[in-house]
C-alpha cells in the first residue's frame, strides 16, 4: 500500500519579473487556492495505487497502467533500469484536457514508499525538467541521446509522479485551444492538478495528504525582488556599491518604513516608484543583460550565481569532452556531475520521434507553442507562452495567507520550504526576509546540516519552526539537484526519514 502523499511544488521561476507594473495588486486581498482543494480532500483519490509489485511484473497493475507502461527507453538497456515507470496522460475536464505524466516507482519496495506528486513552477515549466536535470532516474548526456543512470536519484527512496503543469506546458495539451491557450491562473493550474490528483482510479480510498515542499520559492514579489534578488548580487560582488546604495535608498529603506500591506493595498510600493524601478533594472541588467535582450549573452547564470553558464561554446566544450570520454564517461557516475547544457541536451533528446513514441507522446498534439525553430513535435522545457500569458496577480500573489491557511486547517503537514543558497533570483536571502516574517515560533534553532559522502562540510542549514522546516543547501542553485546531486540526494532522505521535519 501506498502509505501516504507528499505534494510536492517546486517553482521554477524562470522569467524575472523586472518591468511588470504590479498596480494591479493594490488593495487585492489575496485568497486561497488550496480552499477548494482541501476541503474537496476527503474524496480525492490515490491515483497509482494499483501500482505495487516488487519485480517489473505487471500482474494486478490496471489497463490503463499496462497501456502507459514504458518497457524500453531509446539511450539506455532496460536491463539497466531496475524500477517500473509508466507515462501518458491524465484525462480531464470531459477528455477536452490532456496531462502529461511519468511515473516512477521506487527502485526498492515501492509498496512501502511514499508516492510523490512533482510539479515545476515556471509558470509553464515542465515536472520533466526534474525527471532529467535535477533528481529523476536519467541524465542525458551531451550527444543528445544517450541516457545515464542518474546514482543520486530521488526515486531509490519513494515513488514519483512527474506532472506537466498547467495544461499547455510541454506534451500536455488540450482539444480547446481556443479556451485553453489564451490565459493561464493560479486557479486553473490548482484545478488542472486537482483534477489530475483524481484520474487514475475510482476506488473511494482517501489521499493521506502529509506534507508539501516548496524549493527556491516566490511567495512574495518584494522580499523576492528588491531585497532577496539584488541583495544577492550584491553580497556576491556582482554589482558595484553606488547601484546598491540606491537601491537602498529608493527600494529598500522606504519599503522599511512603510511596508507595504496586501490585505489592505496601502503601504510603499516599490514597484510603482519610479527610482526603484530604475536602480533595480540597472542591478538587474548589470548581472544578467540577456535577459532583457535575448541576442546579448553574458556568462553568468542567475539562477546559479557560481556555477558555468551555458553558452554555445560551452556546449561544445561539454559535448567534445563527453565524446572524447565516452566509454569511460558512461561507467563514471561522476559524470553525472553539473553541466551547465544539460537542458539543450534534453530538449534535443524529448523531441526525438522514437523517445516520444516510447513514452507514449501524442506528438501530433504538442501544443505548437512548445514547438522551437518552427520544427513540429518538439518539446520545450519552459513555455514562453504561458510565461508571458500567465495571470500577473496570479504570478505577483503575496503567498503567506496560502502558508497561514494551510498550518491552520492541516497543522500536522509536514511543510519544507529548501533553498539553494547560490540562486540570485529567487535568493535565500529574499526567503528568509518572507519566512521570518510570518513570525512563526522558532522550534530548533538555525543549525548545519552535513552531507553524508563528505561529513566535513557543512551542506547547508536547517532552521525548525511551528509547522515549517527552512532548509538550505550551501552551493546550490535555483534547481538542487542539478548543481549539487549528492547533498540534494542526502537531503531528501532525511525529509523522507523524518530527520527534516519536526
Ligand atoms: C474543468 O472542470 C472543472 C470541474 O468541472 C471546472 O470547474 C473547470 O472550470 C473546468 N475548466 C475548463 C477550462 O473547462
Ligand atoms: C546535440 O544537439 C545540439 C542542439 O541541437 C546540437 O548543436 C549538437 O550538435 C548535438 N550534438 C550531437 C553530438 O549531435
Ligand atoms: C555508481 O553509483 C551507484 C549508486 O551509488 C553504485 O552502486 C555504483 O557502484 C557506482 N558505480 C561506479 C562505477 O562507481
Ligand atoms: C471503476 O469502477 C467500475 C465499477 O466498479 C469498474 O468496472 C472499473 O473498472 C473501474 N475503473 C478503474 C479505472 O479502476
Ligand atoms: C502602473 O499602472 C498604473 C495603472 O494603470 C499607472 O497609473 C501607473 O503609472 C503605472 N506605473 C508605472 C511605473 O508604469
Ligand atoms: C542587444 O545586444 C546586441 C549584442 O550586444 C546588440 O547588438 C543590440 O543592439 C542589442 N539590442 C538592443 C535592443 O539593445
Ligand atoms: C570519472 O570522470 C572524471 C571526470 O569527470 C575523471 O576525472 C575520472 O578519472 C573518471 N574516473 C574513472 C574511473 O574513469
Ligand atoms: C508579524 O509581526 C509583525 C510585527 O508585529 C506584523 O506587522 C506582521 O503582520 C506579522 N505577520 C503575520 C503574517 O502575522
Known amino acids: 500500500m501506498v502509505r501516504f502523499i507528499l505534494l510536492l511544488l517546486f517553482l521554477v521561476f524562470h522569467v524575472i519579473v523586472h518591468g511588470i507594473n504590479f498596480s494591479t495588486l493594490s488593495g487585492r486581498k489575496p485568497t486561497s487556492p488550496f480552499e477548494e482543494v482541501l476541503t474537496n480532500q476527503a474524496k480525492a483519490q490515490p491515483p497509482f495505487q494499483k501500482f505495487r509489485r ?56 515501492p509498496e512501502s514508499k511514499p508516492l510523490i506528486w512533482w510539479s515545476n513552477g515556471g509558470p509553464g515549466c515542465s ?3 526534474s525527471l532529467f536535470e535535477e533528481f529523476g532516474p536519467f541524465r542525458v548526456q551531451p550527444d543528445n541521446v544517450t541516457l545515464l543512470k542518474n546514482p543520486y536519484s530521488w526515486n531509490r527512496v519513494a515513488n514519483f509522479l512527474f506532472v506537466e503543469s498547467p495544461v499547455g506546458t510541454g506534451f500536455s495539451y488540450s482539444d480547446v485551444p481556443e479556451r ?74 522606504p519599503y522599511d518604513r512603510d511596508p507595504y500591506n496586501s490585505e489592505t493595498g496601502t503601504g510603499f510600493q516599490p514597484w510603482n516608484d519610479p527610482m526603484c524601478i530604475k536602480y533595480d533594472t540597472q542591478a538587474n541588467y548589470l548581472v544578467a543583460p540577456q535577459l532583457y535582450n535575448s541576442s546579448y549573452t553574458r556568462g553568468l547564470d542567475p539562477y546559479a550565481l557560481d556555477a558555468p553558464y551555458c553558452t554555445s561554446a560551452q556546449n561544445q566544450r561539454e559535448t567534445l569532452w563527453y565524446l572524447r570520454n565516452k566509454v569511460s564517461a558512461l561507467k563514471n557516475n561522476s559524470t553525472v556531475k553539473f553541466r551547465a547544457c544539460v537542458n539543450s541536451f534534453t530538449v534535443v533528446y524529448l ?16 501544443p ?25 496577480i496570479s504570478q505577483n500573489t503575496y503567498m503567506t495567507s496560502h ?4 498550518l491552520d486547517k492541516k497543522p ?28 512563526l515560533t522558532v522550534i530548533s534553532p538555525f543549525q548545519a546540516w552535513y552531507h553524508t559522502a563528505k561529513p566535513d562540510q557543512v551542506a547547508g542549514y536547517i532552521t525548525k519552526f511551528k509547522g515549517i522546516t527552512f532548509i538550505t543547501i550551501h552551493g546550490a542553485g535555483h534547481e538542487i539537484a542539478l548543481y549539487s546531486p549528492g547533498a540534494a540526494y542526502t537531503f531528501f532522505q532525511n525529509v523522507i526519514n523524518g530527520k527534516f521535519t519536526s
Open 127 to 129: 515536472g520533466l525538467i
Open 368 to 392: 505548437p507553442h512548445n514547438n522551437i525553430d518552427d520544427k513540429a513535435n518538439n518539446w520545450i522545457d519552459c513555455s514562453t507562452l504561458i510565461a508571458n500569458e500567465y495571470s500577473i
Open 180 to 253: 485553453d491557450y489564451l490565459e493561464w491562473t493560479d486557479l486553473q493550474t490548482a484545478q488542472d492538478n486537482y483534477f489530475a490528483i483524481q484520474m487514475k482510479s475510482n476506488d473511494s480510498t482517501q489521499i493521506n495528504l502529509k506534507g508539501l515542499m516548496i524549493g527556491n520559492p516566490l511567495n512574495d514579489p518584494y522580499s523576492l525582488e528588491y531585497v532577496g534578488n539584488v541583495q544577492a548580487f550584491w553580497a556576491h560582488s556582482l554589482i558595484d556599491k553606488p547601484t546598491w546604495d540606491n537601491v537602498v535608498r529608493y527600494c529598500i529603506d
Open 54 to 109: 516488487s519485480s517489473k511484473s505487471l500482474d494486478g497493475y490496471t489497463t490503463k497502467a499496462k497501456a502507459d507502461y514504458i518497457d524500453s527507453l531509446p539511450g539506455i538497456l532496460s536491463s539497466e533500469i531496475n524500477f517500473r515507470q509508466f507515462s501518458g496522460y491524465l484525462t480531464i475536464n470531459d477528455s477536452t484536457k490532456h496531462i502529461f505524466y511519468w511515473f516512477v516507482e521506487s527502485q526498492s519496495e
Open 403 to 406: 502558508y497561514t491557511y494551510l
Open 351 to 366: 523531441g526525438l520521434s522514437n523517445v516520444q513514441k516510447a513514452i507514449h507522446v501524442r506528438s501530433s498534439k504538442i
Open 412 to 439: 500536522d503537514l509536514k511543510i519544507i520550504i529548501f533553498s539553494g543558497d547560490d540562486d540570485g533570483v529567487c535568493a535565500t536571502v529574499g526567503t528568509q526576509y518572507w519566512l521570518y516574517g510570518m513570525n
